[in-house]
């Protein structure tokens, strides 16, 4: 049972949130919602103890496909940064602004770039690409996903002056935003030979998962006793993690996704 723990763990903290928001606002959608997605996480990590190759990925469709078919293009909820500015500006603390809380700005807190290891939609498609370990220096271009972040505030800003911004609007810009994702998304991974460019340079979400995931409490320590530095784990990280340093201030420590690529290379059992 020990190995399961940490499965066991996320699947409670989901359902204690799922039962306390179904208890405080009598919707039952809370708990329904809260339930799956814990399902799917716990049975992701009991999936990666028993040491099953596509865990993650399990995850990553199980979560990632739910939200994007079911909540957005069923339910109609912009789960995108702008949805949850939408959201905010009218007063409406629903499953948008609770989505945002949870998975990219509180819950980082607690488990880190999680979010993107194993459920945003946009980065299940992006890891099907052939680029999994980037195949360059990393760019210097990372200033773009605060111009991003500052043009999606000033659209649902605008939107909301000229008296546009209504649930329809926002379900046009679901759909168009997320277009948009996937396609600049797969050029610069195919320019960059790097699937995860799109996270690293363009993506504006990381504007609130990038401070708050430094403080992680979940993150990938390193014995450095231990390691013989040998580089395996650095040729693996998607995400170009210095990850043989166990400092909070190792290079890119917080582009850390949690994936456990490293872990699983590590020949000294060095990374925990
Ligand atoms: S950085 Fe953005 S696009 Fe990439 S996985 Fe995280 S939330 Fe998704
Ligand atoms: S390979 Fe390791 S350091 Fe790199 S993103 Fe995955 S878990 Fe983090
Ligand atoms: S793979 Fe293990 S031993 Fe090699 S550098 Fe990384 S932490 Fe050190």
Redesign the pocket.
């Known amino acids: 049972m020990k190995k399961f723990k940490t499965a066991i763990i996320l699947f409670a903290i989901f359902e204690i949130i799922a039962v306390s928001l179904w208890l405080a606002t009598g919707n039952l959608f809370f708990l329904l919602n809260f339930t799956y997605i814990g399902l799917c996480i716990g049975v992701g990590a009991a999936l990666q103890a028993a040491g099953k190759k596509y865990a993650r990925e399990f995850v990553q469709f199980g979560v990632g496909a739910y939200m994007l078919v079911f909540l957005g293009l069923i339910c109609r909820e912009n789960m995108q940064i702008e949805g949850f500015w939408y959201y905010l500006f009218s007063g409406v603390v629903g499953a948008g602004v609770l989505h945002y809380a949870i998975a990219k700005i509180f819950g980082p807190l607690l488990f880190g770039r999680g979010w993107c290891g194993y459920c945003c939609w946009t980065a299940m498609i992006l890891d099907l690409l052939p680029y999994k370990q980037p195949q360059g220096p990393r760019k210097k271009i990372g200033f773009i996903r605060y111009i991003v972040f500052a043009l999606s505030l000033v659209l649902v800003l605008l939107l909301f002056h000229f008296g546009k911004a209504t649930q329809h609007t926002m379900f046009v810009l679901f759909l168009v935003g997320n277009l948009v994702y996937y396609v600049v998304g797969i050029i610069l991974a195919v320019a960059f030979k790097d699937n995860r460019a799109f996270c690293k340079y363009i993506c504006p979400i990381t504007v609130f998962l990038k401070p708050m995931s430094y403080y992680s409490r979940l993150r990938i320590r390193?014995d450095e006793e231990?390691?013989?530095?040998?580089?395996?784990?650095?040729d693996v990280c998607p995400m170009d993690v210095e990850?043989?340093n166990d400092s909070r201030q190792r290079k890119n420590a917080t582009e850390c996704i949690l994936c456990q690529k490293?872990k699983k290379?590590?020949?000294?059992n060095?990374?925990k």
């Open positions: 390193c231990k390691c013989i530095q040998c580089g395996k784990c650095l990850v043989n490293c290379e590590c020949p000294v060095a990374l």
